[in-house]
């Protein structure tokens, strides 16, 4: 499977971003999605994550009740709205595809594809 992210960009703390993530080339209803960051200098790392079927939802602590994972399965896209943004959440975002139905779906090696990322940049 292909993905495309698009969405990022420059924003004041405290506003609002959504990320897109287009997929294509495969069977997207059947993979669990995540969104990941990187920051520079630091390692990538987990943002949030929505399972293939159930469309239940994962989200990192620094994240949770700012950010919303969904998907619609028949645009075949995932979506990360960001709220209330913060200057650390500055990181180049990433989006992944992934079979793995356990708890591994933290871990971004478990996910066997990903798109090009897109920077989001939050100023103070």
């Not at 506003?15 to 897109?20: M, T």
């Not at 630091?42 to 998907?71: L, N, Q």
């Not at 793995?100 to 798109?115: A, D, F, L, M």
């Amino acid at each position: 499977v292909q993905l495309q992210a698009c969405g990022g960009g420059l924003v004041q703390a405290g506003g609002s971003l959504r990320l897109d993530c287009a997929a294509s080339g495969g069977t997207f209803s059947a993979y669990t999605m995540g969104w990941f960051r990187q920051a520079p200098g630091k390692e990538r790392e987990y943002v949030a994550a929505i399972r293939a079927i159930s469309g239940v939802t994962y989200y990192a602590d620094s994240v949770k009740g700012r950010f919303t994972i969904s998907r619609d399965n028949t645009k075949n896209t995932v979506y990360l709205q960001m709220n209330r943004l913060k200057p650390e959440d500055t990181a180049v975002y990433y989006c992944a595809a992934t079979m793995v139905v356990t708890s591994g779906i933290y871990y971004p090696s478990n996910y066997g594809y990903w798109g090009q990322g897109t920077l989001v940049t939050v100023s103070s």
